[in-house]
């Protein structure tokens, strides 16, 4: 069962990435062509609902995270649609990390690298610019603002679906609260978890000279150099060796635990 769980939980996000690329992309990019040819099969039920290719994603995301919500039952031994909660919290979770990694990666990169992997980040905030915008909010003009909105907005949508999952739940400042903190750590475990890993591949790659023009090598330069950029500033090479990685590594690690410690204390006192 964890195994169906797991395999799920990677078709989601490559249907997520799939609504950020456009037909005529995939056909002259390799690696968004792969992604198109690896989810066309699972399309095909939505296709008999709709025709809307938007739609059909996003109605087979929804069928997948009811799935998935029925493997929690058995494997978690919660109810139906505690399980379904639970499935949907977990989708918050990770449209939350994404778009908080696509802020990072938008504040520090100067778009030198992967023009295309620079384009998918822009058509992942237009929806929330064009929320933004009618409160005359722009990301450029106000990036610390829309960090805070990203964070708020989980948190509200991470509390109601609490409180379809809690029986009788009762509205307490506290419980938003801790949703607030649920946030912050999931922003930190990016930097212990998914940018330590781009960092150390891309690190490896430095060693064999990968091809520059293969879109996954832009994919994976264009989170990680943004990431060391601030690091190469003040860390001379050792040796003629480029050590901007190990510093940022441990730096990531160190002070991601650090924070994380601070982040639970702060939410147990509440």
Known sequence: MGLIKGIIDIVIVILLLRLLIKPREAFF???YG????ITDPILIPAGYVTRNATYGI?????????????????????SFMSGIGISFLSLIKLLFQAFMAMWFISILSQHSFGASFTLLIERAF?????ILKQFGISRQNSRLFF???????????????RYLIVPNAMFSPSIFLQGL???????????TGFFSIVVIVGALLSWVSPDPSNPIVQAIYGISEPLLR???RVVPLLG??????????????ILGNLALQIIQRVMRAI
């Open 34 to 37: 792969m992604v198109y040819r």
């Open 29 to 31: 990019n390799p690696f």
């Open 58 to 78: 996003l109605l087979t995301i929804l069928t997948l995270v009811v799935l998935r919500g029925g493997i929690y039952v058995p494997l978690g031994h919660v």
């Open 230 to 232: 601030p690091f190469r």
């Open 240 to 253: 003629g060796l480029d050590i901007s990685p190990i510093i940022a590594l441990f730096c990531f690690q």
């Open 181 to 191: 903190g649920e946030g912050l750590a999931l922003v930190v475990g990016l930097f």
């Open 147 to 161: 960090f805070f909105f990203l964070l708020v907005l989980y948190s509200v949508c991470s509390t109601l679906i």
């Open 126 to 130: 237009n929806p929330l610019d064009r």
